[in-house]
């Protein structure tokens, strides 16, 4: 089955420890990125990336890190999370000018 | 940065009718999609017209393009229970989704 996964779903934890949420898909997708979503802000983009080891800013980088050391693999990590940054994550990736498809979210507090 | 605005942000009718759903954006575009969203899951996409486009059908969706105006509705036909979700259009400025950027989105309601 065609998918984007993520890693976890749901997570709890302390200010200043690093984390780690990850994303894979399995359609051979160029293209992935994440998101935030907020209550009242929409989704907004962390970062995405075109292709193996290309990545950019989105609209809202900071206090987040990515990687892509292969296609189907894009995690996203916080070094050090603070209370700002509890939300809830979507990890989505397409094919070049194709629709977007998104994973199922995790849903991070931090406290 | 928030490109697609819509509109209203929240729409309750009744099973059958009709729901309207309307986005305006500010910059040109090379596609605006529609994407919906069930409580706290994963958006679908629904979908997408382009640029050179004015009208487009799948299913029960009629979505229509006015890029004179920059605005985009989304058409659900004969409404079901099932439909409520959120509703969310994104706006593509370049083709490659690089530059995505949604709208709030608005929250369907359909009673049954």
């Known amino acids: 089955e065609a998918q984007v996964t993520q890693n976890p779903r749901y997570l709890i934890t302390v200010t200043g420890k690093k984390l780690t949420v990850t994303c894979s898909q399995n359609m051979n997708h160029e293209y992935m990125s994440w998101y935030r979503q907020d209550p009242g802000l929409g989704l907004r983009q962390i970062y995405y990336?075109?292709?193996?080891?290309?990545?950019d800013k989105g609209d809202v980088p900071e206090g987040y890190k990515v990687s892509r050391k292969e296609k189907r693999n894009f995690p996203l990590i916080l070094e050090s999370p603070s209370p700002n940054q509890t939300s809830l994550y979507f990890c989505a990736s397409s094919s070049h000018r194709a629709e977007l498809f998104f994973g199922p979210g995790t849903r991070l507090t931090v406290l | 940065s928030q490109q697609g605005e819509e509109d209203p942000q929240a729409l309750s009718i009744q099973e059958g009718e009709n729901a309207t759903m309307n986005c305006s954006y500010k910059?040109?575009?090379?596609?605006l999609q529609w994407y919906r969203q069930n409580s706290g899951r994963g958006l679908v996409h629904l979908i997408l017209?382009?640029?050179?486009?004015r009208e487009k059908h799948s299913g029960r969706l009629r979505v229509t393009l006015d890029t004179s105006k920059k605005s985009s509705s989304l058409l659900i036909t004969a409404s079901r229970a099932a439909d409520t979700a959120s509703y969310f259009c994104?706006?593509?400025?370049?083709?490659?989704?690089?530059?995505?950027?949604f709208g709030k989105g608005i929250t369907l309601s359909v009673r049954p």
């Open positions: 017209i382009r640029s050179n486009e």
């Open positions: 910059t040109s575009i090379n596609n």
């Open positions: 990336s075109m292709n193996v080891e290309v990545t």
């Open positions: 994104a706006t593509d400025p370049t083709g490659a989704n690089s530059k995505l950027t």
